[in-house]
């Protein structure tokens, strides 16, 4: 065979460090973007594996060195079906991942409450795991130990509410502020053109996914819905007795409520609410997350609409990206993109079906 038509070998690691003329050592420091490479030479490497056309095997690589992948969820422990399936779905991916070299575990922390996730984060040993995927608040504590973590060469993954002040990695989630104007279009496209007014129930004011949507919610009422007046935000702690104590109160105070949007995790509370009083007859409800509870719910008319994510999408997404972080490889952002789906009484999927259409 003519040298001229000879297939060239694939470059690697040692045609690197001969090119940029350094070490293996440092090579290795690069491609895993570790410290203590000096600015100049990080970009001499890098302009060498330009050169080459170096294209790095990461999962033999890792094999080679009999590397495993550690990550941590970090979880609010209020009981809700929501917080339930992503738990379960956390549990279900790790056993299959166990073949994959990936080990995936759970914590759960007090829900909003940054103290104990502050806390929570202090005892990740930045040895010993890769990547954590936090769904908490977003305080001045909780973006100061996200720094220490990231500082420390730990990935950092906001799940669900995000924490974009902070240095975290990436975001997981559905866009709120859109959900929330969906809720609004739906809410309001129901009760077209009757008049009254719309109680809305959240978990916390200082969750960030609760005030983006009802940041979203309130554009699209003052725009396209004006004849409805929005009230002041229900704050139920996604406890569901604490929601149940709290409505009759609100609705004797506004008795032309025509129509409710459960922002958060309230609807168990909610729908109690419904069956001991008797006053179903009137409001819309827009909700959120399609679970069991939800699903039966929407079956009976309790509940008109629900705005949903798939948690085991979220699960794998979060899961991706930390993988793809640690090994300093790109993010197939379509692929994880996180839809919002709405689900009313006519198109619920079959029970258990419930599934995202992209691997």
């Known amino acids: 065979m003519s040298p001229n038509l000879m297939t060239p070998e694939t470059p690697t690691i040692n045609d690197i460090a001969r090119v940029a003329e350094v070490s293996l050592a440092t090579v290795d420091r690069v491609l895993n973007a570790r410290p203590g490479v000096r600015e100049k030479t990080v970009e001499k490497v890098n302009q060498a594996i330009a050169e080459l056309g170096y294209v790095r095997d990461t999962a033999a690589a890792n094999l080679a060195r009999g590397r495993v992948y550690n990550f ?23 056993q299959s991942l166990r073949r ?37 608040p977003e305080t001045s504590s909780v973006r100061d ?21 902070s240095d975290r990695d990436h975001y997981v989630g559905v866009d709120n502020i859109a959900a929330g104007r969906t809720a609004a279009q739906l809410l309001g496209r129901f009760l077209a053109p009757r008049q009254g007014k719309i109680l809305v129930l959240t978990g916390s004011m200082l969750a960030r996914d609760h005030l983006e949507r009802r940041l979203g919610f309130d554009e699209i009422m003052a725009r396209d819905f004006p004849q409805l007046e929005v ?30 949007y459960s922002s958060a995790a309230g609807n168990e509370g909610l729908l109690r609410f419904f069956k001991s009083s008797g ?51 790109p993010i197939n952002t379509a692929q994880e993109r996180i839809r919002i789906d709405v689900y009313i009484r006519e198109n619920m999927p079959p029970d258990g079906e419930i599934q995202e259409n992209q691997t």
Request: hydrophobic residues 45%; negative net charge; aromatic residues 2%.
């Open 72 to 94: 941590v969820f970090i979880l609010p422990s209020n009981k809700n079906e929501f917080l339930h399936s992503l738990e379960a779905q956390t549990e279900q991916l790790a």
């Open 100 to 136: 994959e070299r990936t080990r995936v575990s759970v914590v759960r922390v007090a829900g909003f409450d940054p103290v104990a996730l502050t806390d929570e984060l202090k005892k990740i040993d930045a040895l010993n795991v890769d990547g954590v995927a936090i769904f908490g």
């Open 145 to 165: 130990s996200i720094a220490h973590l990231k500082a420390n060469g730990v990935t950092v993954v906001s799940l669900v509410a995000d924490i974009p002040s």
């Open 231 to 260: 009230l002041a935000s229900l704050e139920g702690r996604d406890d569901p007795d604490l929601i149940e104590r709290l409505l009759p109160r609100a609705l004797s105070d506004h008795s032309d409520v025509i129509g409710i």
């Open 279 to 329: 006053v179903r007859e009137n409001p819309v409800v827009i909700a959120h997350e399609l679970t069991p509870l939800s699903r039966r719910a929407l079956s009976d008319g309790m509940i008109d609409a629900v705005i949903s994510q798939d948690s085991g999408h979220l699960v794998r997404s979060a899961v991706r990206v930390m993988r793809a972080k640690v090994d300093n490889s």
